[in-house]
């Protein structure tokens, strides 16, 4: 199955899986001047070729290609129609004459604020990582290759309308410019960007549906074993397989955001309110306004590298982006055989030949540039990523990169609720919910966008049989017929990556009335948060959406805390854990289940919480259960009480003693631009008082990486928040996790550090007269 062997070509061709036939042509969605249609994202990943990037010594060279006379008079015109402002806080108003300019402004501003992210992101998203970090990363690398290649992206670019071109051209553009004026920034990969490339990064979620595809998994099918050598594990769908290599559902901070809808009868001004809570990895995305002489208008947060506001609101309608949905990746269960030295899969009554296709993989290597090349194999289902029980394997995912470009961009410049529903049309938006508001007064939500039509027979959780014909996928359903609200009489809409059954409390769509495949996430703790805290309201304003946003109350500790307190009761007097354990449990006992900065509380049943779930992880895992579940059934008195004085110890090792207040332990602290960042408890950090969302925190904050401090250190949570008021003028407040800059030298690097950590919220300053008077800087691109 794979051959390891020197490759002088940088890359080569593999096909797309099968795709599904786009509904609506992308010429009638081209946004008109002050109007258009939204819609959501979608995901490509692709390969780069050579000729467009530096080799390693020329990238660490910081050599750049020429830049002919021509191109650069084209960028310097072009840079004149473009005005950046930046304000107080260091976030960019990007104003350009049309569409293109401001995508040119928009782009160059973000290279200023951190080109390396900028970077980073492309050479991940065509597979290029171990080009620049070594032999690790090559079966990452392989699985985006998997998907797309250059060749493809380029044929998608040339068929694409004259408008997409042309913000395709701005975006290379801002980016080329950037770098011919700032010799000094040393590129680690890509020397010149080319328009194609912006259709390899279309998605703007942190979950794109290519990382669904197990690394480890992958690189056991294509670089540790001969084909077809036997049972191995037994089929699990995609997000089993990815559980039964990790102890629990509880492991790391969870991926995903919360989105909050309010109608204008709930608010004290009568204006329908938004709230914009993505729980992304810190730094992920920064804040900034793109505006244009064409109509476009949007603030909000864009990732690192693309030019449509991902997350945000222009004067009209605003957007926030949820993962979940429903199910869009399936798996196929392939029956093969070899014969002759080619491999076969049972399709129907008959067999099928899979393709064979050669990958290379180049990566950096102790002596230079080295290349591995990697035979791969695809069925019409798709590419085969893993072995389960002696089959092999196809996944099949959405990959349209083009009309999910499209759907992206066109949403921002939406002005009603009208064109934002035409977008969604073009059903590209495979990762992502979407919680809407608009100025009209109306709220909406739709459960994803993206969703195969298939036959319910089938269980959609797992593998299907890839030999039956009737697991195809039969096009996609219409908007009208997935799991949408639209006004409902309840007032609100949330969505915290739970089910939608509900979003809208006793208004909330039914399960029983949809395809089980159309939902694929239970409820959780953060949904039950969030219902709690709107359901009552009736007086909404900004501030009290924030306020609710930041409700302090930890609920997953509700249902567990009375079985720790009955099995501390029903020890015996004579048992050693009844005094050991008294002045912790009468802590408990005294505790609102709410953190807080100097609640000790807090500190002790996160700390018990954090034990249960590392000690009963596997067992929940085996069980097929959610570990707070397995928490809070499975486990004995004694295994509750035993896990309570773990976590005491750990504390007075850690800290000194038990009786320590949350805001001790749980930090913020910015050290570097790097993108994994160092932590250090001898270095200062600031209290943070929420906490993560595996407790139920609606504002998320917890630590990704492995722990190498006593502290913790956030690095996944609330990054970006925004609250907006669709009146007759806009108003809207926001807080960045640390600052807008990446460089440490820059005032904007920790300049909002204080008020996030404090839960504090800044002016949105959305109007050219509001940036005018809070002014740091004005200029053009290159100047």
Known sequence: MSTLRPCLAMMCAAPFGAAVAAPLPLAQLQPAPGGGAAAGAGNAATAVDSATVHSEAAAQAGALPAVNAAEAARWRAQARRVTIRRDKWGIPHVHGKRDADAVFGLMYAQAEDDFKRVELNYINAMGRLAEVQGEAELYRDLRMKLFITPAQLKAQYAASPAWLKKLMTAFADGLNFYLATHPQVKPQLIARFEPWMALSFSEGSIGGDIESVNLQQLEQLYGRRAPLAGPTQALAGPTQA???LRGSDL????????????????????????????HTSFYFRPEVQVSSGEGLNAYGAVTWGQFFVYQGFNERIGWMHTSGGGDVIDEYAETVVERDGRFFYRYGAGERALKAVDIALPYKSAGGMASKTVTVYYSHHGPIVREADGKWLAVRLMNEPRRALTQSFIRTKAR???????????????????????????????????IPVRDTRFDWRNPVDGSDPATEWRGLHAVKDTI?????PNGWIQNTNNWPFSAAGKYSPRAQDYPAYMSMNPENPRGIHAVRVLRERRD????????????????????????LFAAWDALGEDDPLKPALAAQVAALRGWDTRYALDS????LAIFWAQDMAASFGPSAKSAKMLVL????????????????????DKLVADFGQWQTPWGEINRFQRLTGDVVQPFDDAKPSLPVAFASANWGSLAAYGMTTPARTKRIYGERGNSFVAAVEFGP??????????????????????????????????EVLFYPEDVERNLERKYHPGQ
């Open 729 to 762: 003028r806009l108003r809207a407040r926001s807080i960045l996790a640390g600052g807008q800059s990446g460089d440490p030298a820059s005032p904007h690097f920790a300049d909002q550090a204080e008020m996030y950590a404090r839960g504090e919220f800044k």
């Open 416 to 450: 009603n609720y009208a064109a934002f529903h035409k977008a969604m049309e073009l059903r590209t938006n495979s990762s992502n919910n979407t919680v809407y508001a608009d100025a009209d007064g109306n709220i909406a939500y739709f459960h994803g966008n993206f």
């Open 600 to 603: 000790v509380p807090t500190s």
């Open 484 to 488: 949408t609200l639209f006004n409902p």
């Open 251 to 278: 492991d790391e901070e969870p991926r995903g955001s919360n989105g909050f809808a309010i109608a204008p009868a709930l608010t004290r001004n009568g204006h329908a309110l938004l709230l914009i809570n993505p």
């Open 540 to 563: 909404f304003t900004i501030d009290s959406l924030i306020a609710s946003a930041y409700d302090s109350a930890l609920p997953a500790f509700e249902p567990l805390l009375p079985k």
């Open 242 to 244: 990815l559980a039964q």
């Open 629 to 648: 579940d397995y928490m809070e059934t499975r486990l004995t008195a004694r295994e509750r009480l035993l896990a309570l004085r773990r976590a005491s």
